[in-house]
């Protein structure tokens, strides 16, 4: 299978991705957490991307869309894609590396909530910087405030997790990402809208629903 999951910053497509690989044996392929590695590595893309994701802005389509499709060719059991595509360029991309690949898209998946909500769960996540786990202080509490529940040790709030750099992402997601969904509508692209604003559970099944249908 090869999906896409979109939906805004904080929808919890990380969350639910986790889920899916678990149950469907796909490849994850989450774009930030991509970025996030090439920085911790100090490679020159990483070192390209810092600026951009500090500020809430979004890294340039024709480094993602490389480093993407050259993830995609890797997952050959199928794969979940997180945070891409991120612009309608992007999408555009997206369908030229399928095409070439001659592979094409099972389902896209739009995870739906509003804004406030979207706040309150970013501002309040914490990743795990060696296995990235990811918890909330609410909504998703570790066993021990703080500590990952595998042992890695101390939990950390990512940089663009507050709440200034929150508002820019949000920016940025209305300005540039939503239009991607209708993108995929244009193209005659059914867009399958799972309203995300309840229990971590509930979405799973939702979204479990709608895979186990196409599955067959
Ligand atoms: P995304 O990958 O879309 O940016 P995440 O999966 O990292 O989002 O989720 C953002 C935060 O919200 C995390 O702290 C996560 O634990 C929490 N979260 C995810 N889904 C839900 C939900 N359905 N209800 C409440 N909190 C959630
Ligand atoms: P995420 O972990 O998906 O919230 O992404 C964190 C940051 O990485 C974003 O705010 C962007 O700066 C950058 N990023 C992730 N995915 C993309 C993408 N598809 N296009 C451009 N920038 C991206």
Aim: with cysteine; net charge neutral.
């Amino acid at each position: 299978m090869r999906l896409i999951l979109l939906g805004p910053p904080g929808a919890g497509k990380g969350t639910q991705c986790k889920r899916i690989v678990e149950k469907y044996g796909l490849t994850h392929l989450s774009s930030g957490d991509i970025l996030r590695a090439e920085r911790a590595a100090g490679t020159a893309l990483g070192r390209k991307a810092q600026s951009y994701m500090d500020s809430g802005a979004l890294v340039p389509d024709d480094v993602i869309i490389d480093m993407m499709a050259g993830a995609m060719q890797k997952a050959a059991g199928g794969y979940v894609l997180d945070g891409f595509p991120r612009t309608v360029a992007q999408a555009e991309g997206l369908d030229a590396a399928l095409d070439k690949a001659g592979q094409t898209l099972d389902a896209i998946v739009n995870l739906v909530v509003d804004d406030e909500v979207i706040a309150r769960r970013l501002t309040g996540r914490r990743s795990c910087p060696v296995c990235g786990a990811v918890y909330h202080i609410e909504n998703l509490k570790p066993r021990v405030e703080g500590q990952c529940d595998k042992g890695c040790g101390p939990l950390v709030q990512r940089d663009d997790d507050k709440p200034q750099v929150v508002r820019a992402r949000l920016k940025t997601y209305h300005e540039q990402t939503a239009a991607v969904v209708g993108y995929y509508q244009r193209r005659g692209r059914s867009v399958v809208e799972i309203d995300a604003d309840r229990d971590i559970d509930d979405v799973t099944t939702a979204l479990f629903a709608e895979l186990d249908r196409l599955a067959g």
